[in-house]
């Protein structure tokens, strides 16, 4: 199965890992979140973030999520998983990607998921007015 870690500032990743599973229901292992705070140094961050990667890497593969593409949470996963095989590592973060995440981790490859993923949660974001008001023509 897929293993997931969710990279963020503050609690947001939590709080995405828990609307999932509310939606999909409770991941029984292989699910974390990870904050990043300003409380704490660069060095602590890093060392729990690599805990977490080595402890969730397995061979079926391992996604690695952050909230946005220029922050603290990609800055300290991008050197963790760079040159680590079967780990992905995908920003901007969002609850339809975790939705499909936790709904095809153990049916699909990760390469598969990833791609899934990915359309997934462009596919969530949009002008609702304009697509409802499209869809109504």
Do not use: W
């Not at 602590?44 to 922050?71: H, N, Y």
């Amino acid at each position: 199965m897929i293993n997931f870690i969710v990279v963020t500032h503050g609690e947001f990743g939590a709080y995405l890992v828990e609307a999932a599973e509310a939606i999909v229901g409770r991941q029984a292992s292989g699910v974390r979140a990870v904050s990043v705070s300003a409380r704490q140094s660069l060095a602590e961050m890093r060392g729990r973030l690599e805990k977490t990667i080595e402890s969730l890497s397995g061979p079926d593969g391992l996604v690695v999520f952050t909230d946005m593409q220029a922050g603290t949470p990609v800055n300290l996963a991008f050197p963790a998983v760079k040159d680590r095989p079967g780990a992905e590592l995908v920003s901007g973060v969002n609850l339809a990607m975790l939705v499909t995440a936790f709904n095809h981790r153990g049916d699909m490859t990760l390469t598969e998921l990833l791609e899934k993923i990915l359309k997934n949660g462009r596919g969530a974001v949009c002008d609702f007015k304009q697509l409802v008001k499209a869809r109504s023509r």
